[in-house]
């Protein structure tokens, strides 16, 4: 019982605070990625690239930070090259940008947030259903005596009518949701993590090892 409330906190902590952050990841990205080529042709795009390109690392060392305990493996956070001992500071400045993990970390700023909307929706459907039908017997009488309620679910399924009946069966609905939102939850955070899985914490390159191992 205990590692089955452990999982559906892990899983609704994971999904659920982590959509501001994919939201916000998204705004901010999008925001510098379209300024910064408008403005590339002047040049002064290129080092607002470069900063966005440096927000978005921050965002995916974020992800990074919590995709362990999620997929239960042990993860790795891909090398970013070094700008060069001496190089100046245009060189300094857009190194951000260098290595192809830079643009997989934007591209994950970018493309997470659909992904994280259908596992959110999922997550709040199904808590909302649970909590919802598991407390419909302290407040489904007074629903059903609503003018226009006339049978509600039960009467579309023809189950028959009555105000016992309309409280069983939403009941049962929210016990159903109830039984079922361990495995909807891992369903919605392995779908996030695994998008972020495969573009935060693959190799840049290869045959490069990856470093900073991170330990579930």
Avoid: C
């Avoid at 930070?65 to 956070?77: F, I, K, W, Y």
């Avoid at 192809?100 to 997550?123: E, G, K, N, R, Y």
């Amino acid at each position: 019982m205990r590692t089955l409330q452990r999982s559906i906190t892990r899983d609704t902590r994971y999904v659920l605070a982590g959509f501001p952050v994919t939201v916000t990841a998204f705004g901010l990205t999008v925001t510098g990625v379209a300024a910064g080529i408008g403005s590339a042709v002047a040049f002064v795009g290129l080092p607002v690239l470069a900063g966005t390109a440096t927000l978005a690392r921050k965002f995916a060392d974020f992800e990074r930070s919590s995709l362990p305990e999620v997929t239960g493996q042990a993860l790795a956070r891909p090398h970013y090259p070094e700008a060069p001992a001496g190089a100046g500071w245009f060189r300094r400045t857009m190194n951000p940008l260098t290595g192809p993990q830079a643009w997989m970390d934007l591209m994950h700023a970018i493309l997470a947030l659909p992904i994280a909307i259908v596992s959110f929706t999922l997550a709040v459907v199904w808590w909302a259903g649970a909590i919802a039908g598991l407390t419909f017997p302290i407040y489904g009488w007074s629903i059903a005596r609503i003018p226009g309620v006339d049978g509600g679910l039960p009467e579309l399924l023809g189950l028959g009518t009555g105000d016992g009946v309309f409280v069983a069966v939403n009941t049962g609905a929210g016990l159903l949701f109830a039984l079922t939102l361990p495995a909807v939850l891992r369903i919605a955070a392995l779908l996030k993590g695994g998008v972020a899985q495969a573009l935060l914490t693959r190799p840049a390159d290869e045959p490069q090892p990856l470093r900073h191992v991170m330990a579930a």
